[in-house]
């Protein structure tokens, strides 16, 4: 697979994550209003917001690597 087309994979993954995580932190704030002072709205939502941030980081480390091989590719260019 060609890595411009899995840097494009990888922008909708972004993108996709960080609306979730949005849609999380706003259903925590939701969830928060009409509970009583002291009570944690993040233990109900726990799951959901660490699939957020496994999302966020599986973004980062196929963005990561996706540069990677473009600039190893383009070393090899350069040298030939």
Do not use: H
Not at 12 to 31: C, E, P
């Amino acid at each position: 697979m060609k890595p411009e087309k899995i840097k494009k994979i990888s922008d909708i993954l972004f993108v996709f994550s960080i609306i979730f995580a949005a849609g999380v932190m706003f259903k925590n704030w939701y969830d928060q209003r009409g509970l009583p002072e002291g009570v944690c709205p993040i233990e109900n939502n726990s799951t959901w917001m660490m699939l957020a941030i496994t999302l966020l980081v599986i973004s980062f480390i196929v963005t990561s690597i996706i540069d990677y091989r473009i600039k190893k590719q383009d070393r090899k260019e350069k040298n030939t």
